[in-house]
């Protein structure tokens, strides 16, 4: 999926899903998603990074009860419960000119979750020029 206003690119794999999670899976076998913002001009851009639960889709894991890690450039920035990100934004940052910022963003259940075959999560990561 490509958000794009010729000078910047919002670049990201697709929905956050995950259904039939299992409590503190190995970090291997944590699925990761991708996404980049690509500055393709030579000015700088303020931008945040939101993540949202995907209303097509019922999610029944609470925030409270999923874990996450946000790394820009393969570097941890962010972790912790899902419920303590604020206004759902996942990253505010700027971007200097002809750059690109490499997000990767993985989501597990918490140690406190209670797993069953019928609950799931969905959310959906957003890009917005600030």
């Known amino acids: 999926m490509l958000g794009k206003n010729i000078a910047l690119e919002f670049i990201n794999s697709g929905h956050i899903d995950y259904v039939n999670a299992q409590v503190n899976d190995p970090e291997e076998i944590i ?10 001009i ?3 851009f ?4 939101t993540i949202e639960k995907d209303t097509k ?3 029944t894991f609470s925030e409270d ?5 946000l ?3 393969n570097r941890v920035i962010k972790n912790g419960l ?3 990100i604020q206004n759902n934004v996942l990253d505010a940052n700027t971007i200097s000119g002809n750059k690109i910022n490499d997000y990767s963003l993985r989501i597990w259940l918490a140690d ?3 797993d069953d075959a019928n609950k799931s999560y969905h959310y959906v990561v957003n890009f917005r020029e600030k």
């Open 42 to 44: 030579d000015k700088v």
């Open 31 to 40: 699925p990761t998603y991708y996404f980049r913002v690509k500055n393709n």
């Open 112 to 114: 406190n979750a209670i």
């Open 65 to 69: 009860e999923l874990m996450y890690e």
């Open 46 to 49: 303020k931008y945040e990074i």
């Open 82 to 84: 899902l419920s303590s």
């Open 71 to 73: 790394k820009l450039d």
């Open 57 to 59: 889709l019922p999610s």
